[in-house]
């Protein structure tokens, strides 16, 4: 199988069906395009819905956070797995702490607990953070006729990876200032903050943070969770000038690239929405509608073609290049 998430295929039929047989009463049926698993503790005198998402790879405590805030709730714990390879120093271990550290500074949540190992099965560090929360709203459905709205910028994670792959690539070409602007800060990938804001203001609507696949992967992700079609202008979609033209020097995709920060949502009321965000300084923008059916079209100027299952992240391409 290839790196990164299996393909929704796979996923539905090797993974998802089995579990979904076992799941128990009060545990939400886990699905496509939903990333937190959901479980009913009310009748023990607590009023919210406990959630829980689990993440690995690049940033995961930022990505399990996000999950958590996209699905209507607020994270309150993480907790930790490593797996250390059988040859590795102490130091990495630190250096793997201090990460994890670093991005739970940002999202503010602390990490409660967790496992450290040292398994001869890995060649490299695996980390895994499971982080829980309380559900404060209840998650909208999707309808035809919302607009889709599309806030913070794409591939800001995707292209900080790229830069780490190959530094001497980027930097012969770009100023460090220039890197900078496309890259950003750590807490450009946290979207806790804007969706805060949103519920702040009285805003609820259907959320869905994007990550690996890209803005293309969510956006299949978040039709099928809501069995609707959707109508895109590619050329609506925030990113940065420098994000693109990091992306063309590894000749990747923006579109199909991981976008942690990136967050979508479906509303009627877009206006506000894009009001409240744009007046804080976070770039927001209607990208298309929902539609009744299964089609999927993006448009760019005067091309026309159909969104297609997600193919696997731009990045890990360039990874499996630089080794």
Not at 241 to 265: H, K, R
Not at 290 to 307: A, P, S, T, W
Request: hydrophobic share 40%; with cysteine.
């Amino acid at each position: 199988m290839k790196l990164g998430k299996v393909s929704d295929t796979i996923l539905s039929r090797s993974v998802l069906k089995p579990l979904n047989t076992v799941r128990g009463q009060k545990v939400t049926r886990m699905d496509i395009g939903q990333d937190v698993s959901e479980v009913d503790i009310r009748e023990q005198g607590v009023d919210k819905t406990l959630l829980s998402a689990t993440a690995c790879g690049y940033m995961p405590l930022i990505k399990a956070v996000n999950n958590i805030y996209a699905a209507g709730g607020t994270p309150i714990a993480a907790s930790d797995c490593i797996v250390m390879p059988e040859q590795a120093r102490e130091i990495r271990i630190r250096e793997v702490i201090a990460g994890l550290t670093r991005q739970a500074a940002v999202t503010e949540v602390p990490i409660a607990g967790g496992h450290t190992t040292v398994s001869a099965s890995v060649s490299e560090p695996v980390v895994t953070v499971t982080v829980q929360g309380l559900r404060e709203d209840n998650r909208n459905v999707i309808e035809a006729g919302q607009h889709i709205i599309a806030a913070g910028c794409i591939g800001i994670s995707g292209v900080k990876q790229l830069v780490e792959t190959d530094e001497q690539a980027v930097y012969e070409r770009y100023s460090k200032d220039w890197v900078s602007k496309a890259v950003g800060e750590d807490t450009d990938m946290y979207i806790g903050g804007m969706v805060q804001l949103l519920r702040d203001n009285g805003i609820n609507c259907y959320m869905h943070d994007v990550s690996e696949g890209g803005i293309f992967g969510a956006l299949w992700d978040m039709c099928e969770y809501g069995n609707v079609g959707l109508d895109v202008d590619i050329r609506s979609i925030p990113v940065r000038q420098e994000i693109i033209e990091i992306c063309e020097l590894f000749n990747v995709n923006p579109y199909e690239l991981q976008s942690l920060g990136c967050l979508l949502m479906t509303a009627d009321n877009d206006c506000d929405i894009i009001n409240i965000l744009n007046s804080n300084n976070i770039p927001a923008a209607v990208i298309g509608r929902i539609v009744n059916g299964n089609q999927r079209i993006l448009h760019n100027k005067d091309e026309e073609r159909f969104l297609t299952l997600p193919n696997q992240d731009e990045i890990f391409s360039c990874i499996k290049t630089a080794q």
